[in-house]
């Protein structure tokens, strides 16, 4: 079993959509996670840290179910300019040094 | 504001050649990290430094040397290039603590013919 895991995708949806993504990952020790946004052949880029009772930012939401081991990443709204690839993000154990990148989900937004 | 900057953003070598790529941040973050990502693919660790003066393996350091310079830099060295090294190179860097993220540089895209 992968370390962390995530659909592939690609998830085609509608300007306006609510999308979600979900994320699984095998170590319980694992405390911290994050959701990164990867443009075609650019650098990944944080788009939000995710907390044990949830966080906002704007569209976006961010929400990390321990007991099933599963973090989630919920877009309101699509935009266009959301077509990327969303990488989950996890702590491997209890290293504060390094991270498990899965293999991301790519979302396509159509007009 | 640099962040992570990466030398050079392009190259193209030869089988055989060899060639360092550069790695700076200016965060001032205790660890820094090679990773290389081939078409369609997740990024996968080559080498990492959790803190000065250490180094370690990732997932894929076959082919591949790192230094830790100094806290600021990270380089990687590919002392015979192959064309399955063919790829493009994410240089990362993070603080210590446990809750914090990685930063990336705009990578390095590296062909080996």
């Known amino acids: 079993r992968k370390e962390v895991e995530q659909d592939p995708g690609p998830f085609n949806v509608p300007e306006g959509a609510t999308v979600a993504f979900n994320c699984t990952y095998s170590?319980?020790?694992?405390?911290?996670f994050f959701w990164y946004r990867q443009d075609c052949r650019k650098e990944p880029k944080l788009l939000m840290s995710?907390?044990?009772s949830g966080n906002e930012d704007g569209r976006f939401t961010a929400q990390l179910n321990r007991a099933s081991q599963y973090i989630s990443l919920l877009i309101r709204d699509s935009k266009l300019s959301d077509s990327a690839t969303y990488l989950c993000v996890v702590n491997e154990g209890d290293s504060s040094y390094k991270l498990i990148f899965g293999s991301g989900t790519r979302l396509l937004v159509r007009p | 504001n640099a962040g992570v900057t990466q030398t050079p953003k392009f190259q193209v070598l030869k089988t055989g050649q060899s060639m360092t790529l550069q790695c700076a941040q200016d965060?001032?973050?205790?660890?820094m990290y090679w990773y290389r990502q081939d078409p369609g693919m997740g990024l996968r660790l080559i080498y990492y430094s959790a803190s000065e003066g250490t180094t370690d393996k990732g997932e894929v350091p076959n082919g591949y040397n790192v230094s830790r310079l100094n806290k600021r830099e990270f380089s990687l060295r590919l002392e015979s290039a192959a064309p399955s090294q063919t790829s493009v190179y994410f240089c990362a860097s993070k603080e210590g603590q446990v809750n914090q993220p990685q930063h990336f540089g705009d990578g390095t895209r590296l062909s080996i013919l």
């Open positions: 995710v907390y044990s």
């Open positions: 170590n319980s020790a694992s405390q911290s």
């Open positions: 965060m001032n973050h205790n660890s």
